[in-house]
Every structure is written in C-alpha cells, then in structure tokens.
C-alpha cells in the first residue's frame, strides 16, 4: 500500500524548529518513504490543495472510555467529582461498555488529529480491541490503585501482566505498554514498590498522577511529612521512565527533583481549570529543561479529547498569570504534542515528526476557512486560530483511518447509537 500526499503545505522540522514547506510526502506501508518527490505513481493520492500536514498529535494522558461519562457531573469541586460521581458510575461499567466509549474517545481523537494517546483505565483488552480495530496507536496501561497488603492491590498488577502478555505483538507495533499506579494517594509506599517491581521486571516506564490538587499535597504531607513528588522520589519510581500527569502544586524543591530524574510532566491545563485544581507552573518546568507534554484527562473532566484546545490553553493561560506574552510560545506548545510526546514514550525515532524513515502517522487539515486566511504564520494559526474541526483526513501507520471526513475504520454511526443505550442504562 502507498499514498502520496502531493504538493501539501507540510509542518516539518528543521534544526530543532518547525519550518513549513510546500512538497509531497510519499508513503510506503507504514513508513514516510521520502519527503519533496512527487514523482510517484502511489495507490492513492492525495491532492495538499488548500491543505496543510503535519504530525499527528499524540494525546499523553487521558481515560478514553471516561467519554461515556462527558457532561454527566460538571461544575462541583474534585473530590466530590472523584468520589460521590464517577467512582460509583465506574463501578457499573461493563467491558462491552469500555469497549463502545474508547471507541467514540478514539473518533473524537481523530476526527480533531491525534494519532496517538497514552490510556490508563481498568478494561484495558477492551480497549485494546478498539484501538487494534480503529487503527489508532496507544500505550496502554492499567491503573493501579492498592497498598502493599491487600488482595485486590496484587491481582490487578497480575491482570496487567496478562494483558501485556495477551497484547504482545499484534497491532504492527501500534499498541505498547506503560505501568500505571493511579497516584500518591490511591498506592501507599509498599504498593508503590511492589509495582515498581513489575515494571522492572517488563522493562516499562511509570504513568501516574501527580499534585494534581490542593488536598493530594495535605494527604501525602500528614502521611509522609514529604511532598509528593518527595515520596515517589524517595521509593525510586523517576529511576524509571515516568510520564507524570498534571503537576499543579510543586515546590522549587520538587522541580529540582523533577529536572534532576528527567521526569516527563504532562499538563492537562483543560481539565485541572475545570475542576478548580488550579494552573501547573509550566514556564518554570520548560525554564528548568524539563520535557513537557501535553494531555486532556478524561472528557468527564474536560469535556472533550481535542488537543487542538489544550494547545490553546497552555499557549494562553500562562501568558495570562504571569502577565508577559512571551512565555509558551506557538511553537514551544505544538512541541507539548509532537517531538516532546514522542520522546517521553521512548518513540522520538518513529513518531512525532513529518520526516523520512518515521511512521506515517500524519494529520491533513483542510485550510481553505476564513480562520486561516491571510496565511501570515501558520504555526501560530495552530495554537491560536485552529479549533481541531479542520482536520479532514488522518493516516496511521501508513493507513488512512479518515478521508474527507469519513471514518474508514469505525461505524461512526453504531458507536453513536451504542453510546447512547450505555448512557441511559448508567444514569437509570
Ligand atoms: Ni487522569
């Protein structure tokens, strides 16, 4: 199978920064196979026209399934969010139902651009099969929550290993695997070890939460006279590759610590607005050399999966709070979802970039809008002119997922009309 996409305006990269090129890309399999040749009689081509390429976004924390849950409990603080609305809902979710709501998680990811998320949630088979039939790529990972003594703490690590064992080789390499405790506060310090220990031992890296809110930091410090950040640091999770998520509340000490253990921190300005969890210290993360990427939680805390918002966001906010319009940069943002993603997954030589030998996991948005117009800076339209409806067609490894706006691989309209009855059943 091979696609040209002829004579597109192209997001690439050059020296470290982005540059937009007039060319064609050509595809062969799963691989950009050369990058300025138009010169090829491809399986399908693709006319660039009016239309504009560049990386497929990658998504670095989010809940997928959690899209079953969208607008069901808005507007209350975290822990009454947390604890009276969603933990009992999820306790009425079937695998079937997983299976439908990563299914609408991962329409909504492509139809705004994203080729790639990081998942962490309970039905991960279930989410594997949708993300195997859609196409999409993933790092999976079950959530962990338990202490060192109890049952339930043990069998759900052993459930993950199954599942990697289960996932081993299929999918082309689309589907790979992270270690998730769910946070400080859900694993006490000898669960912690005990899944660090399984990491170890299937050589994966950490995703957790971390200082997402105000009481997480009160809890840990009454528990452990230690910040969180502290306390992981201190049982050796950043030994190992971690993608830590949120980050609101740090001390100058815990981002020394952060720099230090080359922690990967994943900000989801969206949702930490939306449940009045504040605004992570980004300026001083990127200041200090810190890799930061970027992530839109789950659509219950949302409410969408549109990365095209958050890179609004986090190019916004900043400038706002600390009064000075030159900090997060268009740029340095389209980074928080391409290069810097890429690199905290360990994927920085396949994905992440428009470039030759890299997987084709590209996104063409159709430019020919009013909001693209005059074509000034099409990096900045990007982060501040771009609300992700733009994207007509997206490619993964080397196959088209949508085209012109029709999914390929999904049957929008039976995820919509199955999202529907898992709803009604939920909130009977
Ligand atoms: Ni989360």
Redesign the pocket.
């Given at each position: 199978m091979s696609i040209l996409i002829k004579n597109v305006l192209a997001v690439l990269e050059k020296d470290l920064d982005f540059s937009i090129e007039e060319t064609s890309i050509y595809i062969e399999n799963d691989i950009i196979a050369d990058i300025g040749n138009a010169d090829y009689n491809a399986d399908v081509i693709i006319d660039g026209k009016n239309k504009l390429a560049i990386p497929g976004l990658i998504n670095n924390?989010?809940?997928a399934y959690m899209s079953v849950f969208r607008n069901y409990a808005d507007d209350l603080p975290f822990s009454q969010w947390l604890f009276d609305k969603i933990l009992p809902i999820e306790d009425k979710l079937t695998g079937e139902d997983a299976y439908w709501g990563t299914m609408l998680g991962i329409m909504e990811m492509i139809k705004t651009g994203t080729t790639c998320f990081t998942d962490?949630y309970i039905y991960i088979n279930e989410t594997g099969r949708a993300v195997d039939e859609a196409g999409i790529r993933v790092c999976l990972s079950r959530g962990l929550v338990g202490t060192g003594s109890d049952e339930g703490g043990r069998r759900r690590i052993d459930e993950a290993k199954q599942e990697i064992e289960y996932w081993k080789g299929r999918g082309n390499g689309r589907i790979s695997f992270i270690a998730a405790p769910h946070a400080p506060y859900t694993c006490d310090d000898k669960y912690l070890l005990n899944v660090i220990e399984f990491a170890k031992e299937y050589n994966l890296g950490i995703n957790i939460?971390l200082s997402?809110s105000r009481s997480e930091v009160v809890e840990i410090y009454d528990k452990y006279k230690c910040t969180p950040t502290e306390f992981l640091n201190k049982l050796g999770v950043f030994d190992l590759n971690t993608l830590a998520?949120?980050c609101v509340y740090l001390t100058d000490n815990d981002i020394d610590i952060l720099a230090e253990k080359n922690v990967n921190v994943i900000t989801?300005p969206v949702?930490n607005l939306k449940l009045g969890n504040g605004i992570a210290p980004i300026t001083k993360l990127v200041d200090k050399g810190i890799n930061v990427c970027l992530?839109t939680?789950?659509a219950a805390?949302n409410n969408t999966l549109n990365l095209f918002k958050e890179l609004q966001f986090v190019t916004l906010i900043h400038k706002g709070t600390e009064e000075r319009a030159d900090v997060i940069s268009a740029t340095e943002g389209l980074k928080f979802v391409t290069s810097n993603a890429a690199k905290a997954l360990g994927l920085d030589d396949k994905i992440g970039k428009i470039k030759t030998g890299y997987k084709a996991d590209i996104a063409i948005l159709d430019i020919d809008k009013p909001q693209f117009y005059p074509r000034n800076n099409l990096l900045s339209a990007l982060a501040y002119s771009t609300c992700g409806d733009e994207v007509c067609t997206v490619i993964v490894d080397g196959k088209i997922l949508m085209k012109d706006n029709e999914f390929l691989t999904i049957d929008a309209e039976k995820v919509k009309y199955q999202i529907s009855k898992i709803a009604e059943r939920l909130l009977q």
């Open positions: 924390h989010t809940h962490m939460h997402e998520a949120h989801c949702s992530g939680d789950g805390s």
